[in-house]
């Protein structure tokens, strides 16, 4: 009789102490209401947080994916100021002195140059008045003043390609660069926001999962308390089921802790219009795979190995370099050529049309300004040198260029077979769940029966959580290789 009423009293005590750590939770854990609000939450569709949904957020409002923008706009800036080397240039000079009396000069000079892209030459227009006491006299203009038209063409350097031309060839390529880059930066925030969400379901199936183990353990509990004290179940069946809500409300709460670190961590990659950030709410919810339709197939990978081979934005910026160099190279190569500018001029004294002029001063070919410039570096040892480092840079470019090629190639294979074997392993899994909880089942009813413990009852539910867990980290991590897949391809 005694040993009966000590039993009672121990299983009083444990109530009391199961009681007391339910409301002394801590930190950072749901209570049992508010975990039991959020499961009812979880089937409600309008809660999942789709990733269609995340994705369109993080492309159209996150600073990196805006700020990615704004390198092809810098490369457009860069292409305006380069075509600025072929804008008209209006020139005007007024020089006069006047001492004593004496008119010493007054000069007046003008004119509109406007360079053209064939040949590198420009198209001058001008109009002299030159006057004064002391000007000198190959200056002396007529009263009326002199006009002229002419052109200067380089015959030899700078004929095929000059200093302005290689400028603005070289920065509209950059601006294919400039694309490139963009795409790539892009890509780079989608694959880090893609794997936070992963990892954001991954914590909370896991979370899911245990808090349902948290919950059968609790109910066997308080089942088998109340069986102990009418004598149908010993005590120490008691005290077991007892440690094991313990020991699954400790996993629970940090689990609890995991959970809310993922969804701030996730919640980086959430912003607004307006540049503000925003919270992932505590009731959305991440969404469930179907696990019948993650099979990758085998006409994917030739796509995207094709695909990569051709717009990868890592492949592009090179090619983008070396046409870059190439333009670089050409230009170098035409320094080689010595310097000979061509420059000539009609002249007229005509200053308006319709006005008498005799036609000794009128426009004719016979009325000119012709000029040579010749130059030549006897040695040419800076030039030279210049084009010798350039085709080094482009050997060393193709170079990189093959390497980079064979990673990507490599990089799209090995990520698929990944997936093959996410898929492989995922299919098994299921397969084992499906047999741990027929297990389960079968120690259960057995455990009615008097034949077995509540011990392997618990290590089988305990297994079964396992199972379902690494379920779901397989899950996540095939989303994931998934989305290094396509990253490593130069799309998403």
Not at 71 to 88: C, H, I, N, T
Not at 93 to 122: C, H, I, M
Not at 213 to 225: E, M, Q
Not at 475 to 484: D, E, P, R
């Amino acid at each position: 009789m005694k040993k009966r009423i000590l039993q009672i009293i121990l299983l009083l005590m444990s109530g009391i102490t199961f009681t007391a750590s339910a409301q002394l939770r801590p930190a950072g854990t749901a209570d049992s209401s508010s975990v039991n609000k959020k499961n009812e939450t979880a089937i409600d569709s309008s809660q999942i947080f789709s990733v269609r949904l995340f994705q369109q957020m993080v492309l159209k409002n996150h600073p990196i994916v805006r700020q990615a923008v704004l390198l092809s706009a810098a490369a457009r800036a860069d292409f305006m100021q380069a075509l600025g080397k072929f804008d008209p240039l209006l020139e005007s000079t007024f020089d006069r002195k006047e001492f004593g009396n004496t008119d010493y000069y007054a000069n007046w000079s003008n004119q509109l140059k406007v360079p053209l892209w064939l040949a590198g030459a420009d198209l001058k227009v001008g109009y002299d008045h030159f006057t004064g006491e002391n000007v000198n006299p190959q200056y002396i203009t007529p009263e009326q003043g002199l006009s002229s038209v002419g052109i200067s063409i380089p015959i030899g350097q700078g004929f095929v390609i000059d200093a302005r031309r290689n400028v603005l060839r070289q920065s509209k390529i950059m601006m294919r660069y400039a694309e490139a880059e963009r795409i790539k930066q892009i890509l780079s925030v989608w694959y880090a926001a893609v794997s936070d969400y992963w990892n954001w379901y991954l914590a909370f199936t896991e979370y899911v999962l245990l808090k349902e183990g948290v919950d059968l353990a609790t109910t066997r509990f308080v089942a088998l308390r109340g069986q102990t004290m009418i004598g149908d179940k010993p005590p120490i069946d008691t005290i077991e089921a007892r440690i094991t809500v313990q020991d699954r409300e400790i996993q629970l709460a940090k689990l609890s802790i995991e959970l809310s670190n993922r969804r701030l961590i996730l919640s980086n990659h959430l912003w607004d219009s307006a540049f503000s950030p925003l919270e992932l709410p505590d009731a959305a919810i991440p969404e469930h795979p179907d696990e019948n339709k993650l099979k990758p197939e085998s006409e994917q990978v030739d796509t995207l190995v094709h695909f990569a081979s051709a717009q990868h934005p890592d492949l592009l910026m090179l090619r983008a370099r070396a046409a870059r160099l190439e333009v670089e190279r050409s230009y170098r190569r035409e320094l080689l050529k010595p310097r000979l500018n061509l420059t000539g001029s009609l002249i007229t004294a005509r200053d308006r049309f319709g006005a008498f002029n005799p036609h000794y001063y009128d426009l004719a070919w016979r009325n000119y300004k012709f000029g040579v410039d010749f130059s030549l570096p006897l040695f040419l040892r800076a030039e030279r040198g210049k084009l010798r480092a350039v085709k080094i840079q482009q050997d060393q470019l193709d170079l990189d260029l093959q390497q980079t090629d064979r990673e990507i190639r490599n990089e799209i294979i090995t990520s698929y077979n990944t997936l093959l074997a996410y898929r492989d392993q995922l299919e098994i899994q299921v397969a084992s769940i499906g047999y741990q909880q027929q297990l389960l089942d079968a120690e259960q009813q057995k455990y009615a029966l008097g034949e077995s413990t509540l011990f392997l009852i618990n290590s089988r539910e305990t297994k079964l959580i396992d199972m379902k867990i690494k379920r779901a980290e397989m899950i996540a991590g095939y989303q994931k290789s998934l989305a290094k897949l396509y990253y490593n391809a130069g799309t998403r």
